[in-house]
DNA sequence: TCATCCTGGGAAACCGCTTTCCATGCGCGC
DNA sequence: GCGCGCATGGAAAGCGGTTTCCCAGGATGA
């Protein structure tokens, strides 16, 4: 039931402690032929394990990035997350993950625990919001300070290298799209207020509507999830809207199912957009219209900003995709 | 740049590294009241933040868990990822996640990163397969040699406290369920051969089928996934079929959409169900037919199974909810 | 032939923290 | 007034590794 250790290993091959860590471990100096087979024998005899903490305490280098999402539950961090995985395991890294539950003050708290864990990176995943950011920036300098990197996916308000979809010009491009469709009236699912994501597209989606000489769309705001969307939907007055734009999928999906409910025909009555173009709802029906965003790219490429030391903050394209939920016969 | 440790601490408040420990980090000796109160100072002063991999290492004891899943971004995995992170949260424990691609050869050296990272627990969710157990089960039992504590979701085959979903009797049920509905000849997407969940949901509907005297269903081999479930419907021979079982939510989704495609009207020509009950597909049209997992609380299980001691496996229920994808006119 | 360099091995310091173990000063009962 | 136990502080020995530094021996150059 004891562990395996470096001394174990050094004692069975008959070398000191230092010649079986650099046989084992790596190090620029080398070892004779003869010590490093025993010592290779004698590890893979007894199971041995490198200590690998022990070696980042060693070493002052680990080898661990931090994931800080919102709700890994939701497709949009989860598609994000597990790309997230994929690359880091590329590199021979391994992830510890958060879920904050879209609470302020759990992202401030995971940044410190994964400072206290002395990760070599950390990555925040999801929107800012207009509130809080004062202390998690001051956290997230006290990390950097300490030769922590940091990258988001989101807006660059922390002054960290930032991935950042083009949510407003995303929007905007899709408020001109279906206005090429013959929409004139429009109402808005716009999220919680605070979040700048749902911001950047409620904006960009009534700068498009403006460009077309369009009505001011009428804009309610709810949660950012599926029962936002719903709950928006199901309360909302219709009359004289003919299309109602998500600002993101699974609110859009949240919608749809209240409109079903009542009664109210997708596209027939009222067409709807989203955002995100998750890819585990393509096969809604009516096809949901929406704006891709290349999410597991995003996951990797913020992955990549944390670790590049030149990095700097980058803008995804965002792409009108027109599908059946949006048609008009 | 230099990170700072306990010994600043220390040195700041005047005191011993041994006192500004205790003081800090929690001890069974008592300090005083002066000294602690201006270790506290020194610590807060300096933004210290107690390296934990070191603590870890002194204390033998570290705090974190090992999640190991097929595909962060299946719905499926992704509501027990976000359960298990949620729970680890509230036991001031952080999760380490690995995802496998469903490469058994990655799920080995997933145990074998996560002991080398001394996690205090390693959670495997995701169905076994027939084939490679043999050196899972090896470095699963190293692992536990070494005082780590393991669970499963899935099936109990490694021999460690495993939350088992009833697939079959769910299956059977489901099976039998339908045939209340009338359905009589049954086809079934059966997933990967290999993939013992797969079977065992599989054997479970053509057990209950059996039990109604109903003939043997035809049963096609396909992916676990989305894709898979699309291909399959795609070329199936479905004359004189009335209902199909995919073995999962995620098939059903590409089976009906397949179906769709083939201009077969779901459920008025053919009835479709699933299994899993991601409640992320709960807005799909027609609403799906499955067999309800309770995902969250699986996860949450299986990081107390593998937490306690004393814990042994469990089998949590399955209960069949009959939807719009299955009704007969 | 001899000073010199290089190679490969081990002893010991160190990474940041915990915990034993020892020392000190105090209040206590007698 | 004295021995004793107890509370509290510090020195030092780990935890499992890496790396600096020193040293022996063989190859090399002059």
Chains 1, 2 share one sequence.
Not at 30 to 47: I, K, M, N
Not at 75 to 91: L, Q
Request: glycine share 10%.
């Amino acid at each position: 039931m004891r562990t395996v250790t470096l001394d174990d290993v050094a004692r069975r091959a008959g070398v000191s402690r230092a010649t079986a860590s650099r046989a084992l471990n790596g190090s620029n100096r080398t070892v004779g032929a003869a010590l490093r087979e025993s010592v290779e024998r004698a590890a893979a005899e007894l199971g041995y394990e490198p200590n690998l903490p022990a070696q980042a305490l060693a070493r002052s280098a680990g080898n661990v990035v931090g994931l800080v999402v919102h709700d890994l539950a939701d497709p949009y961090f989860a598609v994000i997350a597990d790309a997230v995985t994929r690359a880091a395991d590329r590199r021979g890294l391994v992830v510890m993950v958060g879920a904050t539950g879209r609470d302020p003050e759990r992202e401030i708290a995971y940044v410190a625990a994964l400072r206290a864990q002395r990760v070599r990176a950390v990555l925040l995943v999801g929107s800012r919001t207009t509130g809080t950011s004062r202390r998690l920036r001051d956290e997230v300098d006290r990390y950097r300070g300490t030769g922590g990197r940091v990258a988001c996916v989101g807006q660059d308000l922390l002054g960290v290298p930032t991935v950042a979809p083009a949510n407003h010009e995303g929007a905007r491009a899709l408020a001109h799209a279906l206005a090429g469709l013959g929409h004139r009236r429009f109402a808005i699912l716009g999220g919680p207020p605070e979040l700048i994501t749902a911001r950047e597209r409620t904006s960009g989606f009534r700068d498009g509507l403006a460009e077309q000489g369009l009505p001011e769309p009428v804009v309610v705001a709810g949660a950012f999830d599926r029962d936002g969307g719903h709950a928006a939907a199901a309360s909302l007055d219709l009359s004289a809207v003919s299309c109602l734009f998500a600002v993101n999928d699974v609110m859009a999906v949240g919608a749809v199912a209240a409109l079903r409910e009542r009664g109210i025909d997708v596209p027939g009555t009222l067409a709807v957009a989203g955002f995100d173009d998750i890819p585990s709802l393509r096969d809604l029906v009516p096809a949901l219209t929406t704006v891709r965003l290349p999410l597991a790219d995003m996951g990797e490429r913020a992955l990549e900003l944390a670790l590049d030391e030149t990095a700097v903050s980058v803008q995804v394209p965002a792409e009108v995709i027109l599908r059946d939920s949006t048609r008009r016969d």
